[in-house]
């Protein structure tokens, strides 16, 4: 019972490995680009929380964790937005966000 | 961390998990919009209990701001042209809700984080980085990727505001 409630790093990772892998299913099934992106999202969180979990249980000075979790935050942020503005102009070309309706972009 | 912490780590674990399963699995974009919110504010109370406020105050700001470019994304998608005005009143709804659940989740992270202070009766030696550190880290250390992520955010702000004026103007990508 006392492992139980001694908090450490792998209860950190296994909280993240199973948001990667939720999110991770989520983009590989969804056929809805809105849900891609939310499950990008959740992929990114688990990441930072991973890294952040990392930097506190192996770095003495918890700097860099930290930069590098808050350059990982930025970039979720512009992808979201991006993201965001690609599906809000495909929704006004094709009317639809089902990903089967985007295929001409291939190649 | 003491046995409160553990068990508040393992709800708010739980919650996040849950919440990011229905976010993927719900039919309704609503439904799934407020359990990716809730899923994301439980990540970061998570850095709350890490010791890292600032970066779970920043990653609040940064999820609530992407959040309500999804909902707004969402709200504009699902917009039926006879239903203008419940479609408002709904929005209006989702929005105090949104905001109700942000200052939970910040009462809720000042109690971890002065429950992590109290825990033994005297003040934890904390090793959060200060802003001067991180300031000092940031423009010495590592300019180089804060001028690239900055030249990162100027592009994305360039391509979005080009993509959101061909909406505007009636034209699509193609045109």
């Known amino acids: 019972m006392e492992n139980f409630f001694n908090i450490g790093l792998y209860q950190f990772l296994a909280t993240s490995i199973i948001l990667f892998s939720i999110g991770l299913f989520g983009a590989v099934i969804s056929q809805n680009l809105l849900k891609i992106l939310i499950s990008l999202e959740i992929m990114f969180c688990a990441v930072t929380l991973n890294i952040v979990a990392f930097t506190v249980y192996s770095d003495n000075s918890h700097v860099k964790g930290f930069i590098l979790a808050l350059f990982i935050l930025f970039l979720t942020a512009v992808h979201i937005s991006i993201g965001a503005a690609i599906i809000l102009n495909l929704y006004k070309f094709k009317a639809s966000t089902d990903i089967q309706d985007v295929g001409e972009l291939k190649g | ?175």
Request: hydrophobic share 55%.
């Open chain 2, 1 to 175: 961390m003491g046995n409160i912490e553990a068990i508040v780590f393992y709800l708010v674990s739980l919650v996040s998990i849950i919440c990011a399963f229905f976010a993927i699995f719900s039919t309704k974009s609503k439904f799934s919009i407020v359990n990716i919110l809730v899923c994301l504010i439980g990540i970061s109370i998570l850095f709350f209990a890490l010791e890292f406020p600032l970066l779970g105050s920043i990653a609040i700001g940064i999820f609530c701001i992407g959040l309500t470019l999804i909902l707004i994304m969402t709200a504009l998608l699902t917009e039926k042209r006879n239903q203008v005005r419940s479609y408002k009143l709904s929005y209006i709804k989702l929005l105090t809700s949104f905001t109700i659940i942000f200052i939970l989740s910040f009462l809720i992270a000042f109690f971890i984080k002065f429950g992590a202070f109290y825990y033994e009766g005297t003040v934890i030696n904390c090793v959060i980085p200060s802003i001067k550190e991180l300031s000092v880290q940031m423009f010495i250390n590592y300019g180089m990727p804060f001028v690239f992520t900055g030249l990162l955010f100027l592009a994305a702000l360039i391509g979005v505001s080009v993509l959101m004026s061909d909406i505007r103007n009636n034209k699509g990508i193609n045109k």
